[in-house]
């Protein structure tokens, strides 16, 4: 079985500060491992996947995500949070075939 | 064409009413998903088809709701006799093989 865990419902910080949205998850297989964003009303966009391949992963707008499979987690970040960067996260989990699974999302709010 | 296309985009339904939700996923793409997100919430799982094959119905909160995929294509969700607690926005996802899922803008429910 898989599942995710993002640990962080609500992360505030202020323009030009770094980001770090926390992801940790559980699974049987090699997982792909995904985040996304949701803006307000808009359609879920992906910012980057990890596949096997390189463990740094980076993705658009600036943000990238390193796996560490001894540590089971994925998390999110970002050098300098821009104010467009205003929006919800959710880390994804898909082992092979299975079916796509979504942690509960985080806020980010980022303050001028 | 080049996305996910679900229609329609807005529906409002009187209690007790039947709806159904249409899913045309990107071309080629095997694995195809169904996903519920109720207003700030994240996406919940409802089902899951490998061509015309459903997988995994474990999401589908009643028995109310069906969903088919007859010729491993388009998909369709049907409500039954829809109450005020479905409405929510119905995500529809298709993927190719084991990578990343492309969303679709979403079905919002609306039941009165």
């Known amino acids: 079985a898989q599942s995710v865990t993002q640990l962080d419902s609500h992360v505030s910080v202020s323009e030009g500060t770094p980001v770090l949205l926390r992801c940790n998850y559980s699974s049987s297989y090699s997982p792909s491992l995904f985040w996304y964003v949701q803006h307000p009303n808009k359609g879920l966009q992906l910012l980057l996947k990890y596949t096997s391949a390189a463990t740094l992963v980076k993705g658009i707008n600036g943000f990238e995500a390193e796996f560490k499979k001894s540590e089971t987690s994925f998390h999110l970040t970002k050098p300098s949070a821009h104010m467009s960067d205003a929006a919800e996260y959710f880390c994804v989990v898909r082992d092979g075939y299975q079916k796509v699974t979504f942690g509960t999302g985080t806020k980010l709010q980022v303050i001028p | 064409?080049?996305?996910?296309?679900?229609?329609?985009?807005?529906?409002?339904?009187k209690r007790g009413q039947d709806v159904a939700l249409r899913c045309d996923p990107i071309s080629g793409h095997v694995s195809l998903f169904w996903y519920?997100?109720?207003?700030?919430?994240?996406p919940e799982f409802l089902t899951y088809f490998q061509n015309e094959a459903q997988l995994d119905k474990s999401g589908l909160?009643?028995?109310r709701f069906f969903a088919e995929r007859p010729e491993g294509s388009v998909?369709?969700?049907?409500?039954?006799?829809?109450q005020q607690e479905d409405s929510a926005v119905y995500l529809c996802a298709s993927?190719?093989?084991?990578?990343?899922?492309?969303?679709?803008?979403g079905t919002r429910l609306t039941v009165v």
């Open chain 2, 61 to 63: 909160p009643s028995d």
């Open chain 2, 75 to 82: 998909s369709t969700l049907k409500i039954q006799r829809t």
């Open chain 2, 95 to 105: 993927s190719p093989q084991d990578t990343e899922a492309f969303f679709g803008q």
């Open chain 2, 1 to 13: 064409g080049a996305g996910v296309s679900q229609s329609p985009r807005y529906k409002v339904a």
């Open chain 2, 36 to 42: 519920q997100q109720a207003l700030g919430q994240g």
